[in-house]
């Protein structure tokens, strides 16, 4: 099959849709809501919000904090690779043809990198939720029920 006949019909949708999703992933990981402050302003306020709605106590929310400064870490180089890969994906879509390879390449290092950054916040997460009693599991549990309520409507 010639390339000209690999996106036709259904396989163009396919395509079209993979491209949307990654300029939709680094959209999202260039972007936020509180821009134009540095990444440590903002694990300052999710770790006092984190305090205030989890009625966490000192011990908890170092370790709260301990997550967040592992992902501040793990996220320091976000703005450059958001940056490089938007060029990428720009050239992708400028081009006359959209290979294929190109898009699974971009995707493959979009993923490496959400791997990355989880594998960095991951045993400090762990550890914050062992910290967590039953009571705060549950406050944390109805939150992310909100959060999931306004992403489907």
């Known amino acids: 099959m010639d390339l000209r006949n690999a996106f036709r019909g259904r396989r163009k949708w396919v395509a079209v849709a993979g491209a949307l999703i990654v300029l939709v992933g680094i959209g999202a990981a260039s972007t936020s809501h509180h821009r134009g402050h540095g990444p440590e302003a903002r694990a300052d306020w999710v770790t006092k919000m984190a305090t205030r709605k989890l009625d966490l106590d000192a011990a908890q929310r170092a370790e709260f904090r ?3 400064d592992a992902f501040v870490a793990a996220s320091a180089s976000n703005r450059t690779i958001a940056q490089q890969m938007l060029r990428d994906t720009q050239a992708l879509v400028g081009a006359a043809q ?3 390879a190109a ?9 490496a990198e959400f791997d990355q950054r ?3 916040v991951l045993p400090s997460f ?3 939720h062992a910290s967590l009693n039953g009571d705060q599991r549950g406050k944390l549990t109805r939150r992310m029920d909100r959060i999931l309520r306004r992403l489907s409507d």
């Open 98 to 100: 959209i290979d294929s």
């Open 103 to 111: 898009v699974t390449a971009l995707t493959g290092r979009l993923k």
């Open 66 to 68: 301990k997550v967040a």
């Open 118 to 120: 989880v594998d960095a």
């Open 126 to 128: 762990l550890a914050f």
